[in-house]
Structures are given as C-alpha cells and as structure tokens.
C-alpha cells in the first residue's frame, strides 16, 4: 500500500471515530470525493493526499524520507458571520485534536514538520458559510528492496496495544555525594546512570534509599 494511502485511510478513520458534530449536527466525512462541499450536506469534512515529495537520503537501492500533504477541509453555514466563525473554529480543534493524537496516523510518522490552515467566511444570502482548508505534513520512510518479501495484507486501521497495568512502583535514591570509590555492584536498578569505578562521586549502583509501593486495582 503506497504510504500517502496509509496516511489518508488512517486519517479518515481517526475522524470518524470522532463523531465530529456541530450544534447537534453530525458532520459528514468525505473521502475521497470533490474537494467542495454542497450546501446541503454540511457541516462537512473532506480529505485528500494531493501532493508528495520523496527526498532520497541513500545511494544506491531507493529510500526515501516522503513528505505527504494530508489536506482536510472542514466547512459549516451560520445564521451569522460570527456563528459560522464560531462554530468552525470548533470544528477545526476537533478535527487538529482526532489527526493530532490518533495512535493509527501517529504510528506511521516520522514527525509533522509544519500545519498550514487557511480561514474564510463568506456570505450566501441570508446565511454564512465558514471553512478552514488545511494541509498536515506527514513525514515518513520509504524504502524500495526487489528481494523484500511482499507483506501481507493486514487490517487496517490498526488496533493501539493494549495498556500494560501498572502493578507497583519503585522508588530508588542512588545519590551522587556518596560513593564507593572501587566498588561494583551486580544488577543495579538504573546501569546506565552509573560512574564506573574508579569514582569519586555517584551514583555507585547501590541504593541508599529504596521504596516499593504495591498497587493493587479493580
């Protein structure tokens, strides 16, 4: 599946996941489609991936840092200027809000090197129509391998793992002025922060405090 796909499905799933409404009205997502919405099914939400740019970063077999421009417009109606304005501004949190923290989208990325969006508010006769056009910059790695297996088809969006409980907590004070010049410690709870022998400071690997906390849950 080409990575541009991966990100618009997975865009369009975070947002109907959402249930975006305004004022009691479910908004209706769009994609792929035209990129305007009729007067008649709005307020409305449309998505596509127009534009993508591959930037190799190795010699040889292609690879690729891929920059894909996720644009989503999202457009309402108002009995006022300021209505409209209001209830888009609404809208277009909620939107930022299901793109920016869904775990599917947010797997797949690299980072957002930047968000534009665009307001615009115009009048039709006695009502006030409201959009924010918008283009999300997703980055992420492309590789191309003639001996790489073809995967698999999977499902897709993907599930986010489940929440490993949280069991008991510890509490360690390995401080930094004491230390035992020479001494080495076996299994120290954090090995990395240790000062290797010889030492004149901390931390040693040795614990001089120690709290564990036992939690127990429903």
Not at 44 to 72: D, W, Y
Not at 193 to 205: F, I, N
Request: hydrophobic share 40%; proline share 11%; aromatic share 6%.
């Amino acid at each position: 599946m080409l990575g541009r796909r991966q990100v618009r499905l997975a865009a369009l799933g975070a947002l109907e996941r959402a249930e975006l409404q305004v004022a009691g009205r479910a908004v209706l997502i769009r994609s792929p489609g035209d990129w305007s919405a009729p007067s008649d099914v709005l307020p409305a939400v449309i998505v596509r991936t127009a534009h993508e740019a591959k930037t190799s970063f190795n010699r040889g077999m292609p690879q690729f840092t891929t920059t894909c421009s996720l644009e989503v417009k999202a457009v309402v109606e108002g009995a006022t200027a300021a209505e409209a304005q209001d209830a888009i501004e609404w809208l277009w949190y909620a939107v930022e809000n299901a793109l920016l923290l869904d775990w599917s989208l947010v797997r797949m990325l690299q980072q957002f090197p930047s968000i534009e969006s665009v307001l615009d508010i115009r009048a039709e006769g006695a009502r006030h129509l409201a959009g924010i056009a918008g283009s999300f910059r997703c980055e992420y790695p492309e590789m191309y391998d003639p001996t790489a297996d073809r995967p698999q088809p999977a499902p897709w969006p993907i599930d986010p793992p489940a929440p490993v409980p949280l069991e008991r907590v510890g509490l360690h004070a390995d401080l930094t002025n004491r230390a035992d010049p020479t001494g080495t410690y076996p299994a120290p709870p954090f090995p990395q922060s240790v000062v290797p022998a010889p030492r004149t400071h901390g931390p040693d690997g040795r614990d001089e405090g120690r709290l564990d906390i036992p939690l127990e849950g429903d």
